[in-house]
């Protein structure tokens, strides 16, 4: 009987054996199938201008693909695949532009329901074409990016375009403009100076930090935060849009109108000159007015909670700023 014992042990010790050795096999195939998390590809445009818009069109086995360009690649150029960045050579030669001969152009790069970072490089294009459109769920990282696009005519015109449920985080901008507007979202990170923007159809955009804009404009549901010492030249706010400022920010002019809200927190600070018309709600809240004048407006909420006013501190909810008479 032992002999037998010991065959049968033996023949499901080998088929253990076998077993193991062939879940070890597939497993090593799988992790030499797996796709590498990021590659960089340098892209020298100076010998081949359609060397970017040609490796963007190639099909690679990685999550992340860094393009490093060098020289001026030729544009536009359209992503719709995630995990694309696209950054300067350490020379800072690239830049990416479009040629006036380039009829029906609308932006020099469009990203479309991707993942897509900008760094470190100028875009060239003529006049009336957008430099940067994320549209239709698209995620955009934007860092110092420069570029010389302006409207052809007297026309609404942004330079960065954040538009149908897309979401911008920018950064080290100077002087630009950019419009967020079909439910979509857009941070200003930092190091962003005399900036323009707009904020509509159900919108947002967030400013962290000490950012600089020459002007904001919230209308249709929009919605606007300056936060963390951010300044604002000129608010307007419209058509049940609403804009605050919180911990320390300042606002210069303020025009407002058609049901729309103002509010200030946290030691923040609004110097005037005030345009305001219809129905608004204005707040202050630990804060500080400047050049207010008193107003009659009895279908308004016009109150501020230990506000100062004019030098003026009034405690609890003393202050409302209509006119007594």
């Known amino acids: 009987m032992n002999p037998i014992r010991l065959a049968q042990l ?6 253990f054996y076998s077993t193991v050795s062939v879940a ?46 060098s020289g001026e690649c030729r544009g536009p150029i359209k992503i719709q695949r995630s995990g694309i960045e696209i950054v300067n050579d350490s020379g800072m030669s690239g830049s990416l532009r479009v040629r006036a001969r380039d009829k029906g152009v609308g932006s020099a790069i469009l990203i479309e329901s991707s993942s897509v970072k900008l760094d470190n490089f100028n875009i060239d294009v003529p006049n009336g074409v957008v430099a940067v459109e994320a ?5 955009l990282t934007l860092n110092h990016i420069t570029t010389n696009a302006k409207a052809a005519e007297q026309t609404p015109f942004y330079q960065f375009v954040i538009k149908d449920n897309s979401t911008a985080y920018l950064s080290e901008l100077s002087g630009n403009t950019v419009g967020i507007y079909n439910s979509s979202y857009a941070n200003f990170i930092e190091d962003c100076d005399q900036i323009k923007v707009d904020v509509y159809d159900t919108s947002a955009g967030y400013s962290k930090s000490e950012n600089h804009f020459r002007s904001v404009q919230v209308a249709g549901n929009g919605y606007f935060l300056a936060d963390d010492e951010s300044h604002i030249n000129l608010l307007m706010v419209w ?3 609403a804009a605050e400022i919180n911990n320390e920010s300042s606002v210069g002019a303020l025009q407002m109108g058609g049901q729309s809200l103002f509010a200030a927190y946290k030691n923040s600070t609004i ?17 500080k007015a400047y050049n207010w ?10 109150a501020g909670h230990n506000a100062t006013v004019n030098g003026i501190f009034y405690p609890d909810w003393q202050w409302t700023g209509q006119d007594s008479k």
């Open 239 to 241: 058509s049940k849009g």
């Open 24 to 69: 070890h096999t597939d497993d090593v195939q799988l992790t030499h199938h797996r796709p590498i998390k990021q590659i960089t590809k340098e892209i020298k445009c100076t010998n081949n201008p359609q060397a970017l818009s040609n490796a963007l069109e190639k099909a690679y086995q990685s999550q992340n693909i860094r393009f490093v360009i």
């Open 10 to 15: 033996g023949v499901v010790a080998t088929c």
């Open 293 to 302: 004048k008193a107003v009659t407006k009895p279908n308004s909420i016009i």
């Open 271 to 287: 110097s005037g000159p005030y345009s305001l018309w219809g129905n608004i709600v204005f707040e202050l809240e630990h804060s």
């Open 135 to 139: 549209k239709a769920n698209a995620t």
